[in-house]
């Protein structure tokens, strides 16, 4: 019979995913080698949007399912950093968020706002994907849904080296997109850290850490799907 892990142990099975982590991919890869094409490059813009889009619907799916207050009141912080919010009650100030970051880099790369807002543009493989994960988070318990966001533990340094390659290869795209991820490289450790002791005190049988650990798998193989999706292209028949 499978043991308990020690936190040590247990944090060590969850950071050993990351070979999992769709940073390996070819297409990732490529785009650090500086090879995608303006067209490659304009389909991952559009596709990944779809998940970016979708991030505040799953951590709204998280919240619903917590009854810990103190949790919910720390979560919502990640809605609010993809939404956007008004800085005051009257509306004066804003902050843009995430998704208004992205739709920055859309612009960057020579995409419209409504090519980008329009699902229509979506490819079937990525649809699925996100929705995939958007129904895990409604479905399952809350610290298995925050345990499928660990893949935060990888992106900083994926992040990183995208941010560097992006801007030595890709000169044709405005530099003020990159916004995006200048931000996500100071947010994601500090959303990663906090959703990573969150795990460590909660899953306290070897079944809720089996069960955080096939989430994180689960999520590992979604981005890698999606991302497969994207480098394969629209393979829909014309006018379907």
């Excluded at 990944?48 to 009141?73: G, H, M, T, W």
């Excluded at 706002?113 to 409604?138: E, M, Q, S, T, W």
């Excluded at 298995?144 to 994926?158: K, N, Q, R, W």
């Amino acid at each position: 019979m499978q043991e308990l892990l020690s936190p040590i142990e247990f944090e060590n099975l969850l950071r050993q995913q990351h070979h999992r982590y769709h940073h390996l991919h070819p297409f990732h890869q490529r785009m650090n080698a500086g090879e995608l094409t303006q067209e490659e490059v304009r389909r991952w813009v559009i596709n990944r949007f779809y998940y970016q889009r979708n991030i505040p619907l799953k951590d709204a799916a998280i919240l619903s399912n917590c009854s810990d207050r103190e949790v919910r009141r720390e979560w919502i912080q990640r809605i609010i950093d993809h939404d956007g919010r008004n800085i005051d009650r009257d509306g004066k100030g804003a902050e843009a968020g995430g998704i208004e970051a992205w739709l920055r880099l859309g612009e960057a790369v020579g995409l419209s706002r409504d090519r980008l807002l329009d699902d229509r543009n979506v490819l079937p493989g990525v649809r699925y994907a996100v929705d995939a994960y958007v129904n895990f988070c409604k479905t399952k318990p809350w610290i298995e849904a925050i345990a499928s966001s660990l893949t935060e533990l990888f992106g900083p340094d994926a992040i990183r080296d995208r941010l560097v390659a992006l801007e030595k290869y890709y000169s044709w795209i405005e530099p003020s997109g990159f916004d995006y991820f200048r931000v996500r490289l100071h947010q994601a450790p500090q959303d990663a850290r906090y959703a990573l002791n969150l795990v460590l005190k909660n899953c306290q049988t070897v079944e809720m850490q089996q069960k955080a650990v096939q989430a994180l798998i689960f999520k590992c193989d979604l981005l890698w799907s999606q991302l497969e999706a994207i480098d394969r292209g629209d393979t829909r028949p014309e006018g379907k």
